[in-house]
T-cell receptor, first 114, second 115 residues
C-alpha cells in the first residue's frame, strides 16, 4: 500500500517563474492538505482540498493556488515566485474512515528560488 | 486562534539519557486534537501520537511516553534511554474540531543524541 507520494523531490526556479508541485494521496484517502515549511520552522498550512474544491485556506496570498482531480490527487501552483517561497512543501492526506484529523505526510518537495 | 509553542529549539544529550520535549498550546475550542511528529533529515513527517482533548491518560509506547495536562495546556513528550536514531526534529501540533483538520505546528525541537 503506497503512502503519500510527491513529485518532484527537488526543484530550482528563478524569481518570477511559476511552479507546479504534485501529490498523490494514500490509497483510500480523499482529502489533501498542503503545507509550507521554511528552513528551521514548523510547517504552515496553505490549503486543503476535498471533493475537488478548496475547503480551507491559510494565510497565503493568491499566488498560491491548487487543484484536486477526480482521482483525489492534487497540484499546488505558485505564480510569480519570490525568494521567500524557497521551502519544503509537504502534502498530507486523510480519510473520513480514520478521522480527517489523522493526516499522513509525503516526503515533500524542496523548492529553491534563486 | 490556535497556537503551539515549543520553547526548546535544540536539545543535545548523550546516548541512553532521557530527554523531555515541552509543548504548550492555546485553543478556545473544547474539542481538539494534539499530535507529535518526528522529522528525520529526509524531511518526511512521521506520525508518533494523537490525543483528543477528552482523553488525559498518559501514554507509553516503547521508549516513548506522553504527558497530557489540560490544566496547564501542555502535552510533553519523553524519550527514555535515547538512541542515536532518535536524532531528529520533533514537532508538536494542534487541530481544533471547529477548524476541520488544519494542523497548527510548533516551531519544533531539534534533538541531537550523541554516541
Amino acid at each position: 500500500d503506497a503512502g503519500v507520494t510527491q513529485s518532484p523531490t527537488h526543484l530550482i526556479k528563478t524569481r518570477g517563474q511559476q511552479v507546479t508541485l504534485r501529490c498523490s494521496p494514500k490509497s483510500g484517502h480523499d482529502t489533501v492538505s498542503w503545507y509550507q515549511q521554511a528552513l528551521g520552522q514548523g510547517p504552515q498550512f496553505i490549503f486543503q482540498y476535498y471533493e475537488e474544491e478548496e475547503r480551507q485556506r491559510g494565510n497565503f496570498p493568491d499566488r498560491f493556488s491548487g487543484h484536486q482531480f477526480p482521482n483525489y490527487s492534487s497540484e499546488l501552483n505558485v505564480n510569480a515566485l519570490l525568494l521567500g517561497d524557497s521551502a519544503l512543501y509537504l502534502c498530507a492526506s486523510s480519510s473520513p474512515l480514520t478521522g480527517r484529523n489523522e493526516q499522513f505526510f509525503g516526503p515533500g518537495t524542496r523548492l529553491t528560488v534563486l | 486562534a490556535q497556537k503551539v509553542t515549543q520553547a526548546q529549539t535544540e536539545i543535545s544529550v548523550v546516548e541512553k539519557e532521557d530527554v523531555t520535549l515541552d509543548c504548550v498550546y492555546e485553543t478556545r475550542d473544547t474539542t481538539y486534537y494534539l499530535f507529535w511528529y518526528k522529522q528525520p533529515p529526509s524531511g518526511e513527517l512521521v506520525f508518533l501520537i494523537r490525543r483528543n482533548s477528552f482523553d488525559e491518560q498518559n501514554e507509553i509506547s516503547g521508549r516513548y511516553s506522553w504527558n497530557f495536562q489540560k490544566s496547564t495546556s501542555s502535552f510533553n513528550f519523553t524519550i527514555t534511554a535515547s538512541q542515536v536514531v532518535d536524532s531528529a526534529v520533533y514537532f508538536c501540533a494542534l487541530t481544533e474540531e471547529a477548524a476541520g483538520n488544519k494542523l497548527t505546528f510548533g516551531g519544533g525541537t531539534r534533538v541531537l543524541v550523541k554516541p
